[in-house]
Nanobody, 120 residues
Framework: QVQLVESGGGLVQPGGSLRLSCAASGFTFSSSAMTWVRQAPGKGLEYVSSINSVGVSTTYADSVKGRFTISRDNTKKTLYLQMNSLKSEDTAVYRC?????????????WGQGTQVTVSS
């Protein structure tokens, strides 16, 4: 079965950094584009960033461009999101999903998420 387990979230001060990880299993990770999304309480899933299967192509939402960096390690079957210059509006549950920017919703496959709280 498909399993996506996010980790690395926590409490960080504005301007700080966190590195999120998503450990994947149950599918061919190396052939799958992957996406990070986030969800604030009472809101739906908001697109954050995507990366293609080999990590050569990336996309970012305008709200995080220049601050976040998506990457992957196919040997470890792990997706990463380096989050720098964090703002209070980045506070959300961050989830990883199978698929690219335009396909991740189709498979209904995303993890339970890791909480990121940006506060002084």
């Amino acid at each position: 079965q498909v399993q996506l387990v996010e980790s690395g979230g926590g409490l960080v001060q504005p301007g700080g950094s966190l590195r999120l990880s998503c450990a994947a299993s149950g599918f061919t990770f190396s052939s799958s584009a992957m996406t990070w999304v986030r969800q604030a309480p009472g809101k739906g899933l908001e697109y954050v960033s995507s990366i293609n299967s080999v990590g050569v192509s990336t996309t970012y939402a305008d709200s995080v461009k220049g601050r976040f960096t998506i990457s992957r390690d196919n040997t470890k079957k792990t997706l990463y999101l380096q989050m720098n210059s964090l703002k209070s509006e980045d506070t959300a549950v961050y989830r990883c999903a199978i698929g690219g920017r335009f396909t991740w919703r189709d498979g209904n496959s995303w993890g339970q998420g890791t909480q990121v709280t940006v506060s002084s």
